[in-house]
Structures are given as C-alpha cells and as structure tokens.
C-alpha cells in the first residue's frame, strides 16, 4: 500500500472516531429522559400563546376526547391558515380587505370532515370542553377579529355557557401573568412576551393564569403560597422519532412537577409557548414566570412546557424548514397533516403526555 492512500485510510478512521466520540459525548450530555407520574390522562387541559395558542387549539381539536378544556391568548380558529404561510401571516394575524378571515362556515366543514375520516376526534367531545380566550386591547400583532373569530368557530360546539373572552385589558401580544419576575408594562409587546398588567380598582396584577385554570378547573381550593416542585428537563428526541430538528423542535423540553404529584395521582396542562418565546429565544422566561407553576401545586398539575427551536432553510439534518421565529406549526411547515391526529408535533406533544401518565 503507498503513503497516499494510507494516509487517507487513517484520516478516515481519525474521522469516524471523532464522530463516534461526538455521539458519546452528546448522548452523555442529553436531558434525562421523561418518567411516568402515574398522572391522570384523561382529562388534559392545554393553554398557548400566538402560535402557541394556534397549536393549543389544534390539540384540543384534534383530541377532543381526552383535551377537555382549552385557553388561547391572541389566535385565531382551527385550520385558519388552510395550509399556507401567506394565509397565516395577513389572513390570520391581520386580517383586512385583500386579506379576510376564511369564512367560519369553510372551516367547521373542514373539520367535520376531519372528524369523518378519523383523522381528528369526533366533534361531538368538543361539547363538554370549557373554552377561556383572552385578547388585549394593546395587541397589534393579532387582531381582536381574530380572537372574535375563535370564538365563532367554537360557538358551534361548546355550550355558550362553558366559554368566556378576556377582552377588556390593556394588554400588548403577551400572556399576563402576576408572577414577581414580571416587570415588563401591560400594553407593550416585546421579548419575552410575559406582562404585568395591573387593575386600576384592586391594584392587584391581574392573574390571568389563576383565572383561565380556575375556569377551566373549577375554584382553586386554596390560595397558592411559595412553589414546591420543581422544573425538571427532559430529552424530546424520543417522542419526535429521534429528529426533533427536523420538525423544529428542541432536543429539550421542560415540565413543572408539583411535589404531591411524584406519590399522589395528578392532571396535566400543557402550557405552549408563543413565536420567539422558547428557550432559545428567552432563556425560561416562560417556563418560570407565566404564572402557571404555583398554581399547578394548588390545582395537583403537572404543566408540561414543550419546546421548539428556530429553523431557517436547510439544517444538518437534511430537512428544510423555514420558521425563523421558532413558531408552532399551525400553517404546515411539518407537513399537510399538520392539523390532525397525524401532524408530527401533535403527535410528539401527545406521547410526552402519554409518557407523564404511564407508571412512576
């Protein structure tokens, strides 16, 4: 054998085991992976932002059986985007006359026909499920027409009875949250998306995750007091078939876990994040300070928080995906099936949620 292709030999060899040492190392550093709580699965309520909000009514849509109550800040009805980015981005954040909302009557057909072929539960659980939406007077990312329109789309399933609209804060695009660590103002809509907006009468911030679980839940059953779980990471890979990146999503996400919930049986809420809120974008600005955590102690919640992560254009893992902003897909970035039982993110959110109910 010559010195040339010996060399190429080993520069190959060198090559593989450098990789082969990059997976251990990678591997050795991952999150752990997500445990079972024994947790009760039956009864999922699910919460979100933006984006988030889009993705959180997707859930409730497409797993109506077992998601029975749902609460969205800023957006819009199920299937808003028809499957389109341009759709999503004028029709359905800002819509005006060149650019309307699709017509209720266009997306309650799309979803009974989802419901028909099996790809979305039936209709029929929505009816039992109490709907919380809120939209902030301040909000010039996504339309108080939008949010009308949600409540349209819902109308034709839910009792009236069972759905109420937040709408008389002066909040910008943001969750409002009580939490301490707050301290951006009420109308403003900046990073991280996380507000504080006061009461003019009570001098009280308003609470708004104390008041979408209390409506989603019933009465808490006392005040929450200091938080007593804890926020443990978790490695997604598994539950995005071991390609989270190849649908945008991060390689962690995160849980909170009140202390009753590791001995005694619990529910679950997923709280989704908004475009550019992940941890990514905002450290665990979100995780930790939306105003979920304390509650969840009192209400025996685990908040599942999963994550996504930015993509733009082609990635290591040989995909494309464009979303820049790390956005929930609710236009189809991952797929035609995005919407439904099938779309790949619902499916990951789900199995995190089936792992939290298997056996501790």
């Excluded at 889009?54 to 800040?73: C, D, E, N, P, R």
């Excluded at 876990?257 to 619990?266: D, G, I, L, Y």
């Excluded at 529910?267 to 475009?275: L, M, Q």
């Amino acid at each position: 054998m010559t010195s040339e292709p010996r060399e190429f030999c080993r520069a190959r060899i060198a090559a593989l085991l450098a990789a082969l040492f990059i997976c251990v190392a990678w591997n050795a550093y991952a999150a752990p992976p997500l445990h079972g709580y024994s947790a009760d699965v039956s009864r999922i309520t699910v919460s979100g932002l933006s984006s988030g909000g889009y993705m959180a009514v997707q859930l409730h849509v497409s797993h109506s059986a077992t998601v029975k109550g749902a609460a969205i800040f800023a957006a819009g009805p199920y299937y808003c985007a028809g499957g389109h980015s341009w759709t999503a981005y004028y029709n359905c954040m800002t819509p005006g006359a060149l650019a309307p909302l699709p017509a209720l009557s266009k997306l309650h057909a799309v979803t009974e026909a989802l419901a028909k072929e099996g790809r979305i539960d039936p209709t029929r659980h929505l009816a039992d499920a109490r709907v919380w939406l809120f939209s902030g007077t301040h909000d010039e990312t996504v339309s108080p027409e939008v949010v009308n329109a949600l409540a349209g789309y819902y109308a034709r399933y839910v009792d009236p009875k069972q759905l109420t609209f937040v709408r008389d804060r002066p909040a910008g695009h943001a969750v409002v949250s009580a939490d301490a660590d707050v301290k951006a103002a009420c109308g403003v809509t900046k990073r991280p998306f996380i507000n504080r907006c006061t009461d003019e009468r009570s001098g009280s911030p308003y609470d708004a995750a104390g008041a979408l679980l209390a409506y989603l839940l019933g009465s808490a059953p006392s005040a929450p007091q200091a938080e007593n779980g804890e926020i443990v990471a978790f490695d997604q890979r598994p539950f995005a078939g071991g390609s989270p990146h190849s649908i945008s999503l991060s390689d962690v996400g995160y849980a909170y876990v009140p202390a009753v919930c590791r001995t005694e049986r619990c529910r679950v809420h997923i709280a989704f994040h908004g475009c550019a809120q992940s941890e990514e974008s905002v450290g665990q600005a979100f995780i930790r300070d939306a105003g979920y955590n304390r509650w969840a102690d009192v209400y025996r919640l685990i908040v599942l928080y999963p994550q996504t992560i930015s993509r733009n254009g082609w990635g290591g893992d040989l995909t494309f995906v464009m979303n820049p902003k790390g956005c929930w897909d609710w236009w189809g970035y991952t797929g035609a099936d995005y919407h439904t039982k099938a779309g790949p993110q619902i499916r990951a959110v789900k199995a995190m949620v089936d792992r939290i109910g298997e056996a501790r």
